[in-house]
């Protein structure tokens, strides 16, 4: 069994659409869900929040912002790219 992966997000040029983000502020979880659009040369992104059902904004340089890397079900259990 394995978890989930978290890195910690510092550009918007590092997230992409479909990414799933956590957004917090002074330690508090305030947003969760998929990155939909961005706005690299602003600092801003948009997601679909799983906590308000709501598409939101993001300033990253107002959030810290952790991305959530799931792994691959078919890489853990030896049916990755290599063995298609």
Aim: net charge negative; charged share 25%.
């Amino acid at each position: 069994m394995t978890t989930d992966e978290k890195t910690i997000v510092s550009s918007c040029h590092d997230l992409a659409a479909g990414d799933e983000i956590d957004a917090r502020y002074k330690g508090a979880l305030v947003h969760h869900g998929r990155v939909t659009e961005r706005a690299p040369d602003h600092g801003l992104f948009w997601i679909m929040d799983d906590l308000t059902g709501g598409r939101r904004l993001l300033d990253m340089a107002e959030l810290e912002i952790v991305r959530i890397d799931s792994p691959v079900i078919g890489d853990a259990v030896g049916m990755g790219p290599a063995a298609a």
